[in-house]
């Protein structure tokens, strides 16, 4: 883990750290339905339409999936994260349809050193999603685990 940007000690309360963009396509949303939540409003236009959604809509599993793409690409995959012992909550604020395109933010809220293993820090973390027009289409807050920069030399 040498190397890495991002370490316990490099989040501060406070921070705000940039994700995205993701352009979510039709293509992708019936995919990620057709394995996993084929309801019919994130598999067919006009049953999104036709329902309270407004369209074809992604699944809330599919959006939490792709923000967890876009917060590995933002900074988990350069970092010494060592997983999450879950997550607090979760919202799905408004639908993200197909054609949409999310940018999103994630804020330090709170760090602490762990306890038993002084190598081990907790940084619990507040994300947001947003379409194009700037409406919160998600919610997240939970505790990511980082190694310090001497646990990652260890």
């Given at each position: ?86 997550v607090d909550y979760v919202k799905w604020k408004k639908p993200v349809l197909a054609g949409d395109r999310l940018t999103g933010k994630i ?48």
């Amino acid at each position: 883990m040498t190397g890495k940007k991002w370490a316990y000690e490099d989040f501060a309360e406070g921070a705000a750290i940039d994700l995205g963009p993701k352009h979510v396509t039709a293509a992708e949303i019936i995919e990620f339905a057709s394995e996993f939540d084929f309801q019919p409003m994130h598999l067919d236009e006009e049953a999104g339409k036709a329902g309270l959604l407004g369209g074809l809509s992604a699944s809330g599993w599919h959006t939490c999936a792709m923000f967890m793409r876009m917060i590995c690409d933002a900074f988990i995959l350069d970092s010494t994260s060592q997983g999450a012992p879950g997550v607090d909550y979760v919202k799905w604020k408004k639908p993200v349809l197909a054609g949409d395109r999310l940018t999103g933010k994630i804020t330090i809220l709170a760090k602490r050193l762990s306890k038993s293993k002084p190598r081990l820090g907790f940084v619990t973390m507040r994300a947001e999603l947003f379409n194009q027009r700037g409406e919160t289409v998600f919610e997240l807050e939970n505790t990511g685990m980082f190694l310090t920069r001497t646990g990652a030399d260890a």
